[in-house]
């Protein structure tokens, strides 16, 4: 079964800082990757994915994350933060779970907070 | 507008009373989910659809139930065994099972 860790609970930046929100999946193969944000008691967002292909993938926002196979990452970037990017952030794999199910599985997130 | 929809955006029930959370979607998505999601520890799946009248538990089914009667409405029952039903519920839906799962805005349920 897979697997995803987001290292960081909470980050803080300032506003116009660059960022960069770590994630790491465990899966046997190439899984399926996600970020997704989320304001408080809204519903998710989803800021970009890779399915396949270019390993640097473009989102909303700004926001861009980068595949590395070699490290079983997928970690979101953004050269400089807005004070409207303040929210949770949550990276998500996508893989076979058994007997050709697919499912979604997500960390635990991580707080962003921006300061002035 | 297409989208999905999740009503109330807040509910709040006795203990011992069962509740039906709702979950409409007008994107002609085969694949819906309900996933649970508590503090600090991201989203959990509790049921998920791939197509009408046909539904499987996730990781979290006890004390849950759903129907898919029609392809647009996956509504979630929060039942009396469910131990502990106060948290942030979101709905999602897909095309098909393993492509990008969109979310709607979510129902806050709060057990007193």
């Known amino acids: 079964a897979q697997s995803v860790t987001q290292p960081d609970i909470h980050i803080t930046v300032s506003e116009g800082a660059s960022l960069e929100l770590r994630c790491n999946y465990s899966y046997g193969a190439t899984p399926y990757l996600f970020w997704y944000v989320q304001s408080p008691g809204q519903g998710l967002q989803l800021l970009l994915k890779?399915?396949?292909?270019?390993?640097l993938v473009q989102g909303i926002k700004g926001f861009e994350a980068e595949f590395k196979r070699s490290q079983s990452s997928f970690n979101l970037r953004k050269p400089s933060v807005h004070w409207s990017d303040a929210a949770e952030y949550f990276c998500?794999?996508?893989?076979?779970?058994?007997?050709?199910?697919?499912?979604?599985?997500f960390g635990k997130g991580t707080l962003l907070t921006v300061n002035p | 507008d297409g989208g999905i929809t999740q009503s109330p955006k807040y509910l709040f029930r006795k203990e011992g009373q069962n509740v039906t959370l709702s979950c409409e979607q007008n994107?002609?998505?085969?694949?819906m989910y309900w996933y649970r999601q508590d503090p600090g520890q991201g989203l959990r799946l509790i049921y998920y659809?791939?197509?009408?009248?046909?539904?499987q538990k996730g990781d979290i089914a006890e004390g849950y139930s759903v129907s898919r009667e029609k392809k647009e409405s996956f509504p979630l029952t929060v039942t009396s065994a469910q131990k502990n039903p106060t948290a942030f519920y979101l709905c999602?839906?897909?095309?098909?099972?393993?492509?990008?799962?969109?979310f709607g805005p979510g129902t806050r349920l709060t057990v007193l």
């Open positions: 890779y399915f396949s292909g270019d390993t």
């Open positions: 999602a839906s897909s095309i098909f099972p393993s492509d990008t799962q969109y």
């Open positions: 659809s791939q197509i009408v009248n046909d539904f």
């Open positions: 994107l002609n998505h085969d694949a």
């Open positions: 998500a794999v996508g893989a076979d779970s058994g007997g050709s199910n697919y499912k979604l599985t």
